[in-house]
């Protein structure tokens, strides 16, 4: 167990830290999820910046890296251009 006084400090910042960005990278695929499922064009191009917005405040953040966020956006325009 850490001794010193920034060390206890550092083991509790890194805790809230590790349970924000799990909340915010959960919430996130839920996000994918709901959109890859979705039927109907005008939904899923209205979702689709919203998304994509997420996406970038993600990687922004280091919480998911950047050229990832950048192939789900591609890969997500690609299914909204292809429904009918």
């Known amino acids: 167990m850490a ?3 920034s060390a206890l400090k550092r083991i509790r910042q890194n805790e809230a830290r590790k349970l ?10 839920t ?12 939904a899923a191009a209205e979702q689709l910046p919203k ?11 280091n919480i998911i890296h950047k050229n990832k966020a950048a ?4 890969k997500l325009t690609k299914h ?3 429904l009918a």
């Open 71 to 74: 192939n789900l956006k591609s």
């Open 31 to 42: 996000a994918l999820k709901v959109l890859r499922n979705e039927e109907d064009k005008a």
């Open 20 to 29: 924000r960005n799990r909340y915010y990278h959960k919430t996130a695929r």
């Open 3 to 5: 001794n010193h006084k």
């Open 51 to 61: 998304v994509i917005s997420l996406l970038d405040k993600l990687a922004k953040k």
């Open 80 to 82: 909204v251009n292809k």
